[in-house]
């Protein structure tokens, strides 16, 4: 299912999306074979290139990618949030109930409701010109005709106690200029759990944020899941975020799942080669000695008329021709455990020790868009000297 | 021989001295009143008098928040935003107060590097041009010829391929642009280079690859870096030496190790125990020290310790009496163990790893 042009709606039998959830009983959230392309003046961008994913309840999934992953993208999909001029397809079930093409009416009983959403950057998820108190009440309100005013209130002010948000009453009054970038983001995460949803899907949450107030925010999102008993999509490039609060994770690249697991599974013993590049290009808090990182050479591809074969190929260390043929479907190696990788076999055992695999090189010589750095060989010295004078 | 010959042999010069010495600098920024005449109503303390070295060939390590002053206080070193009061000495010579073209001749020595890629390069010219153009400002090479070897040496020397140089920043993505502003830093052939959080605009893979590289340059060149930012585990992994700033001062400092394992400020415990460690296990096990609050206005920062009002240990483990101390008397950065100073009454060390 992962050749050509991917038109079909229902996943082929076997899939990743049945292979990773055999049981959907109490799945929530079931992504299946999503695509998502845009039409620019440069050609159709295919951002969103089948992914697949089931969110049981009480479950944190992390979807971690790197910018242009298309991580975003799918989330905006799943909430109905994408353009017009997006050609969505696949299927995105909540509950059962299928989202991709309902009208918006229908949706927004579900938007706020049962799938919530938390965006990046709190300084623009926030109305300016209402106060945070109208804004909490009015996704209340959406939702249940028969709550008043003052009851929307109160609620509104239990929700920011909840958040940590101090003098709560005085502050349900206040606008959202008068909140800290940490305050708004409570704000916006009291909003979201004003419905007890059952799903919260936070993109970025703490991304816009500093590591203190990271960790404060963190705290309450564990608030907000304990209070609603909500799952959670965690969306996030930030592979330390992704340790401490997700069950599974789901890594990206260019568009596609590309590795999917345990937690325990992703961060020990990886079996994509993109994620042992990520984590061996993170430099550690915790490193007993000094350790030379080990980047991933290149930039992602352009998701503009993609060549056939696996995306990742032109900057893996395993490459081999044989990548380039078809681009290897994500599959099972073991423990629920999924990679897309035809030489996944032989990371079994390189465990957390990227310095295997790829290189300490402090070269970056290849254009964005690959061909015109290709033929020529930089004179730039040894992987490790790339600075040599 | 090679292009940096002078650096190396200052480098090799043997000096205790430091070679960027800071005393009581300090930034204000004026706020002005709303009426006719703009009168100055107050002033945002954005650097409130900090001490820093940064030896030759080590590389001091700057972090802290949003809004603590870091940036600021890059800039006023390198007269871009020039102090308000103290002193900067570089190789022993007064900055500060310095007018633009008695700067000049020191701006060959002293370079920057900028947080964002996109905004720092002329996307209107090429490559060759913008690590060019200081070579030429400054009247350092002379023809055609030695010019073109001579920025051909210089993008090799970052790690882009030199036959691209006749391309515009647009065709390269942020990583490369960030070595193109690194390649036109060390164009003059400084001795140090002030970093303003250079890796933060980029993804973790890319980022990497420049952090190589300034540690590559660094050895190679001997040269010494103030390394500005806000990630820790990107400042460690470079620093040999750390400051942490909180509202506009230096609160702790010391060596990498030690600072990592016997952090005695409450600040840097908390700083320290909210960063994510990418590995699960001991993310489940860690106990995080959460701040109550946010970080005060620096135009109005709290008597006393500026921190007292996030501290936890002010809030859960100081008496009344002990907590007054802590209103209405600043502590001084001050010497706890070797080479560790540490800006808190009560100065313990925490392990928080």
């Known amino acids: 299912m992962t050749t050509g042009p991917m038109t079909t709606l229902s996943p082929a039998p076997g899939s990743a999306a049945t292979a990773s959830s055999p049981n959907t009983k109490d799945a929530l959230l079931e992504v299946t074979d999503l695509n998502v392309r845009f039409p620019t003046e440069d050609g159709i961008v295919h951002a969103v290139r089948g992914v697949n994913y089931t969110l049981r309840s009480g479950e944190v999934l992390a979807v971690v990618g790197e910018s242009g992953s298309g991580k975003s993208v799918t989330s905006l999909a799943v909430m109905g949030l994408l353009p017009a001029s997006a050609d969505i397809t696949g299927s995105v079930r909540y509950r059962g109930t299928e989202l991709l093409g309902m009208k918006d009416k229908s949706f927004s009983r579900i938007r ?154 992703i961060y020990y013993r990886p079996r994509m080669p993109y994620t042992l590049g990520l984590l061996g290009s993170m430099p550690r808090l915790d490193a007993t000695e000094h350790q030379r990182l080990t980047p991933i050479k290149g930039s992602p591809p352009s998701l503009v008329n993609m060549p056939p074969g696996c995306p990742f190929g032109p900057r893996c260390p395993l490459h081999i021709d044989a990548c380039d043929e078809i681009e290897p479907p994500l599959i099972e190696v073991g423990g629920g455990h999924l990679a897309a990788c035809i030489r996944s076999e032989e990371l079994r055992g390189t465990g957390t020790h990227a310095e295997k695999i790829f290189d300490a090189t402090a070269i970056d010589d290849v254009l964005i868009g690959g061909a015109a750095g290709d033929d020529t060989v930089a004179e730039v010295g040894s992987s490790s000297g790339g600075a040599q004078v | 021989m090679t292009i940096l010959e002078r650096d190396t042999s200052s480098k090799a010069a043997p000096t205790g001295e430091p070679i960027l010495k800071v005393t009581g600098m300090e930034k204000l920024f004026p706020i002005r009143g709303g009426g006719l005449i703009r009168r100055v109503v107050g002033h945002v303390r954005a650097v409130d008098g900090i001490d820093l070295e940064v030896h030759p060939g080590k590389v001091l390590g700057l972090v802290g928040e949003s809004g603590c002053g870091k940036s600021t206080t890059g800039r006023a070193i390198l007269n871009l935003q020039p102090a308000t009061a103290g002193s900067v000495l570089f190789r022993g010579r007064e900055i500060v107060g310095l007018s633009r073209s008695e700067m000049r001749p020191l701006r060959r020595d002293i370079q920057i590097v900028f947080q964002d890629p996109y905004a720092s390069l002329n996307p209107r010219l090429p490559v060759f041009d913008i690590v060019a153009e200081p070579l030429i400002i400054h009247n350092l090479v002379k023809g055609d010829a030695a010019l073109r070897t001579r920025v051909k040496d210089l993008v090799q020397m970052v790690g882009l391929n030199p036959e691209h140089t006749n391309r515009y920043p647009a065709d390269f993505s942020g990583g490369q642009r960030q070595r193109i502003g690194i390649a036109r830093a060390l164009a003059l052939e400084p001795a140090m280079l002030i970093l ?158």
């Not at chain 1, 108190?133 to 959406?142: D, H, K, P, Y």
């Not at chain 1, 502050?171 to 800290?180: C, V």
């Not at chain 2, 209405?328 to 080479?339: S, T």
């Open chain 2, 196 to 353: 303003d959080e250079p890796v933060s605009a980029l993804d973790v893979s890319i980022q990497a690859g420049v952090i190589n590289l300034l540690e590559d340059l660094q050895d190679q060149l001997g040269l010494s870096y103030l390394f500005i930012a806000h990630d820790l585990s990107v400042v460690r992994h470079i620093s040999d030496r750390i400051a942490v700033m909180y509202l506009g001062k230096i609160i702790e400092l010391a060596d990498r190790d030690t600072l990592f394992a016997r952090p005695m400020h409450p600040y840097t415990q908390a700083l320290l125990s909210a960063i994510p460690i990418p590995d699960p296990e001991r993310e489940r096990r860690r106990e995080r020290i959460i701040l109550t609050g946010d970080i005060p206005s620096p135009a109005n920062p709290p008597s006393g310790c500026r921190f007292r009002t996030r501290c936890f240990k002010f809030r859960d483990e100081l008496t009344e009496d002990q907590q007054r101390k802590c209103i209405d008397l600043e502590p001084p950065l001050a010497q706890q163990e070797p080479g560790h100073t540490s800006a808190c009454h009560y100065s313990a060390v925490r392990t928080v790893l």
């Open chain 1, 112 to 265: 706020g409701k049962g799938v919530a959403m938390i965006f990046q950057d709190p300084m623009t998820s926030l109305d300016p010109v209402y106060k945070i108190g109208f804004q909490i009440s009015e996704t209340l309100r959406a939702h249940d005709d028969s709550m008043s005013k003052k009851a929307a209130r109160d609620r509104g002010i239990e929700l920011l106690n909840l958040v940590g948000i101090p003098n709560a009453s005085d502050r349900i009054d206040q606008y959202p200029h008068e909140f800290s970038g940490g305050m708004r983001q409570r704000v916006v995460i009291a909003i979201a759990m004003a419905n007890q949803p059952d799903v919260i899907i936070a993109d970025e949450p703490t991304t816009a944020l500093d590591v203190t107030v990271q960790a404060q925010i963190l705290e309450v999102l564990n608030t907000a899941m304990a209070e609603t008993g909500a799952a959670m999509v965690l969306i996030t490039h930030d592979l330390g975020v992704v340790a401490g609060v997700a069950d599974r994770v789901l890594v990206m690249y260019a568009g596609r799942p590309v590795e999917m697991g345990h937690v325990d599974e």
